[in-house]
């Protein structure tokens, strides 16, 4: 049974940090790409950034130089560090795991973790 349980969420100033973290159990971790996305109320489900196993990243613009991804693949979790939070970085983040092999696509998916900033 897969399971990507993320932690580190909370509520934070504009300007300040947080940590979060997402331990997966259930796959070969290095076999997949590791994201994180958010979903603010109201709005889709976006890419903040994610990474592959030899440590190419994607980030989304508006994150560039705040967010920085990381993954330990000895222990099979990902980090998403946030710096300079700003009001419009409030959203649910889900971390996801996801794999192409072959003709087949696996994607598997957190519960998510709030964040809010806000003063």
């Known amino acids: 049974q897969v399971q990507l349980v993320e932690s580190g969420g909370g509520l934070v100033q504009p300007g300040g940090s947080l940590r979060l973290s997402c331990a997966a159990s259930g796959i070969v971790f290095s076999f997949h790409v590791m994201g994180w996305y958010r979903q603010a109320p109201g709005k889709q489900r976006e890419l903040v950034v994610a990474?592959?196993?030899?440590?190419?990243?994607n980030y989304a613009d508006s994150v560039k130089g705040r967010f920085t991804i990381s993954r330990d693949n000895a222990k099979n979790t990902v980090y998403l560090q946030m710096n300079s939070l700003k009001p419009e970085d409030t959203a649910v983040y889900y971390c996801?795991?996801?794999?192409?092999?072959?003709?087949?696509?696996?994607?598997?998916w957190g519960q998510g973790t709030q964040v809010t900033v806000s003063s």
């Open positions: 996801n795991a996801h794999r192409t092999f072959f003709t087949s696509v696996y994607d598997y």
């Open positions: 990474v592959t196993s030899g440590g190419g990243t």
